[in-house]
């Protein structure tokens, strides 16, 4: 079964229909036979430019929407599910190297600077899930950094931070959502958001293990952070780099409780996983 999902125009598509859509939570799924409307991320200040290009507000669902035939005018808002000029995978895991964990712009900026971006990368969305469309039941999105990892240099490099909706960044922190038990509602999201079979996903979901074994059996990896620096005129905390190490640590015995591995075996989450 795919998550639950906030009764929005994001969220999740019937097997025999194409864009359905749930206006309330005690309503069941009615379906727009004529007219598909997709859902946009439109930030506050750029409703009127949306307006004028053929956006529509529905006020129940607190969503800008579009006709299927008029997206071209509207592609920056348009979710990457749905736009013409991309194809799936829209979503998948990406998955953080071990050595890695708890490097991010939270443990290396200031509380009030890494807000700043996470906030701004809401607003530029219009708290939609860039991904999707949709919006979580109990917070709407997300702040996922966006990494590109150099495996021969071992550097990670930050390229963005965008919003995504809980199921979605539950996809892309794939490690984490199985650890906590969640990868089958997780199978089933990527399934459904990229029009795959769930053998189509699950392979994906092994491919991004494989990679990660790969990755994590380094240690030296570097983490480049200098997009948020570029972009937002912020500067590293003094002690970041110590932070980061002792959130990698903790993270490692949650790891470690989570599994059920005993503590100090350097392998534990391959083992956990069955590498190879």
């Not at 808002?77 to 000029?85: E, G, L, Q």
């Not at 570029?230 to 599994?259: C, H, W």
């Amino acid at each position: 079964m795919a998550p639950k999902r906030e009764n929005d125009p994001g969220s999740r598509a019937s097997r025999y229909f194409v864009f359905p859509w749930r206006l309330r939570s005690d309503v069941p799924f009615v379906v727009i036979a004529l007219t598909t409307l997709i859902p946009l991320c439109v930030p506050f200040e750029r409703r009127k430019a949306a307006a004028r290009a053929g956006a529509t507000f529905n006020g129940e669902q607190k969503c800008w929407m579009v006709q299927r035939d008029k997206l071209d005018a509207l592609l920056p808002f348009v979710p990457y599910r749905y736009r013409p000029d991309r194809k799936a995978p829209y979503i998948r895991p990406w998955m953080v190297p071990q050595a890695l964990w708890g490097f991010n712009l939270r443990a290396f900026l200031a509380p009030e600077d890494w807000s700043r971006i996470r906030k701004d990368a809401y607003a530029r969305s219009g708290s939609r899930c860039r991904v999707c469309g949709g919006r979580g039941p109990q917070w709407p999105v997300e702040a996922d950094e966006g990494w590109a990892y150099d495996d021969e240099r071992r550097i990670q490099t930050l390229k963005g931070v965008i919003s995504l909706c809980p199921d979605c960044h539950g996809v892309r922190h794939w490690g984490k959502t199985m650890t906590e038990g969640r990868q089958d509602a997780a199978l089933a999201w990527m399934a459904e958001v990229n029009g795959w079979s769930h053998t189509d996903a699950a392979r994906c979901g092994d491919q991004a293990m494989k990679q990660w074994h790969t990755r994590s059996r380094h240690t030296d990896w570097q983490c480049d952070i200098s997009w948020a620096i570029k972009t937002y005129s912020v500067e590293p905390i003094k002690d970041g780099e110590t932070l980061a190490r002792d959130l990698n640590k903790k993270f490692m015995r949650q790891a470690e409780a989570r599994v059920g591995v005993k503590a100090g075996h350097v392998t534990h989450i391959e083992h956990l996983f069955h590498e190879g």
